[in-house]
């Protein structure tokens, strides 16, 4: 199997902020491999919170020439025979491991002439109601983010510190049947989330996100009770391995392809995550349309699907599954259904 990678500088149509950066660019990287004349395509955003650089994981990817080499790839389980082994390798990057196990996903459901979703669970691809984001705003941007998305099913607004929930206030009065969530990214105190309660309640907010830091979870456990919405985990849950102990802490978490390692343990965590009562979502960082309908895949058997990050983007290199005002929509064909522009730049 001949694998190639190259990065693309992408970026958000406005600066996307959250209680940890602004974000003007993302790197990410993508990988391509053939066999038999056939094509399969896989990305890993890159994000520093979890240690990731692009050169990095581009340099890791290219080392699997050789390791695909004698690899079978005639089923779902070799895919997850490839993840399990190739993480020798690519450790400790999960974004690599991801790119990997998108591409192997892709490049398997093109040869046996089907969608990913068919070859993974069994059925075909159904549209797939998503979160938008409003990121952190200046106080001038509010009012043209919310108007953008008049008429959208959910809403996810990113809080700043201290429980601040002015905007997610905004949103509710503007667009009062939306449902809406708000996610801290770890930038509150526990005190912060209990004064915030009343609030969360009267707001009427789907699920607050990570309000603390994952060093927190012991007190998140304590806290789980004396707050009236749903708290789901992201930073606190990152792999199948955390997916056990969410229960009692958490109503739920987020899934995130390229903190996991890919599609595999996506569906690994999802399905287990139901198996414990777990309330689920799909998430994404900044990143095309290429993981967006990866993700897609794993958000047809989750509560929840928050994946607008090509959507946020001005320069999408892929085309895909199709964000249409709140609604991801598939495009019902082989593989990941997913065109891509040519490299511009090499690693």
């Not at 905004?170 to 004064?195: E, F, H, Q, Y």
């Amino acid at each position: 199997m001949k694998v190639s990678t190259w990065l693309y500088a992408l970026h958000p149509r406005s600066v996307f902020r959250t209680s940890r950066a602004a974000r003007r660019e993302t790197t990410n990287v993508f990988l391509r491999v053939e066999r038999g004349g056939i094509a399969g395509y896989g990305e890993a955003s890159v994000n520093a919170y979890y240690g990731e650089n692009a050169a990095d994981v581009a340099e890791r990817l290219g080392m699997m020439n050789d390791f695909l080499l004698g690899c079978a790839l005639d089923s779902p389980k070799d895919i997850a025979v490839i993840w399990e082994e190739a993480w020798a390798v690519l450790m400790p990057s999960r974004a690599a491991q991801c790119a990997l196990d998108v591409a192997l996903w892709d490049w398997l459901a093109k040869r046996e002439q089907c969608p990913v979703t068919e070859l993974a669970l069994g059925a075909e691809p159904r549209p797939v109601e998503s979160f938008a984001t409003i990121g952190i705003s200046e106080p001038g941007e509010v009012d043209e983010k919310i108007k953008e998305l008049n008429g959208y099913p959910r809403v996810k607004v990113k809080a700043g510190r201290a429980g601040d929930l002015s905007t997610a206030a905004r949103v509710r009065a503007a667009l009062p049947d939306a449902s809406i969530a708000v996610d801290a990214n770890c930038a509150w105190t526990g005190g912060d989330l209990l004064k915030s309660s009343g609030d969360l309640a009267a707001l009427w907010i789907e699920f607050v996100e990570q309000p603390l830091p994952p060093e927190c979870d012991k007190e998140m456990r304590d806290l789980a009770a004396r707050v009236p919405v749903p708290v789901l985990a992201d930073e606190s849950c990152v792999t199948p391995e955390d997916v056990e102990r969410m229960r009692g802490s958490f109503a739920g978490f987020n899934i995130k392809l390229v903190k996991c390692g890919g599609l595999t343990p996506a569906l690994r965590m999802a399905r287990r995550g139901r198996e414990l009562g777990l309330r689920t979502m799909v998430g994404c960082m900044l990143e095309s349309s290429l993981l967006i309908s990866a993700g897609a895949v794993a958000a047809q058997i989750t509560d929840y699907a928050d994946l607008d990050g090509a959507w946020l983007l001005g320069d999408d290199p892929a085309r895909g599954w199709q964000f249409d005002r709140g609604m991801l929509r598939p495009p019902y064909e082989n593989g990941l259904g997913v065109r891509i522009a040519p490299p511009v730049t090499s690693p």
